[in-house]
């Protein structure tokens, strides 16, 4: 008879806290615990699965350092709520359009809405003149009723003179320029950094001060070349993923069906060769 603690006959016995963390997962995935929701103490685990205090702590701790749960200090461990992914493929879609395409509901709080001059540094970032006027615009969004980023954004004033009267809370600033000024984006540039958080943006975020980050720099690029929205987002590192597609070129398409693939060799050839060049 196969005992209860194997996956399948001959199998290394499955560890008592990976089962109990397959458990805490398959209710979350059933709905039985919803995100947000407390899940029993260290002592109701150990009860319910007959496990020591340690095998229990394991199991959640695991779990923690996944993400799929977290821990608060002196109140219990919650089911952790899904992070938020956003996509950076070929086609650019700005948060807006990334949000409604799956659904989820974003909601716009404009804190700033301006014409200034540009810094030293904005003006270099979309190659205008120092001392141009720009919009500037802040932003501080949010899924699902839970703020998730806070974005600055620059667009040079002589592209579009009437920006500053436009409602930014109820649209996407991509399709606005797209639509109403002709400046559509043919490529962007992005930097991504990770940050703390200062009291502002902590503030703002509903975070703990020195919380983590993820910057996002990027630059907008019409078909001509021309730089015409320059944005800074902060978005919260807690909530928030990004995922990145990497494509082959076309030059990489063509020295991949022109090289000659390798020789394939044992690791032990490898070695040997290593060996004999040292020598």
Partial sequence: ??????????????????RIKQAILERVASGTWAPGAMIPSEVELCREFSVSR????KAVSDLAHEGRLVVVQGRGTFVATPKVEEHFVQRAFGIHEDMQRRGMSLTTQVLRQEVVEASPEVAGRLRLRRGALVHVIVRLRFVDDEPILVSTTYVPHALCPDLAKEDLAECSLYALLRDRYGLAIARGERRLEAVAADGREARLLDVALGSPLLL?????????????????ALQRGDRTT???????????????????????RTAAELIADSLTESQ
């Fill in 1 to 18: 008879m196969t005992s209860a603690s194997t996956s399948r006959a001959g199998a290394e016995p499955v560890p008592k806290y990976f």
């Fill in 54 to 57: 340690t095998t229990a702590r």
């Fill in 242 to 264: 990004v995922e990145v597609e990497f494509l082959a070129t076309p030059d990489d398409l063509a020295v991949e069906q022109t090289t000659k693939p390798p020789t394939e």
């Fill in 216 to 232: 996002l720099d990027s630059v907008a690029y019409a078909a001509d070349g021309r730089p015409f929205e320059h944005s800074v």
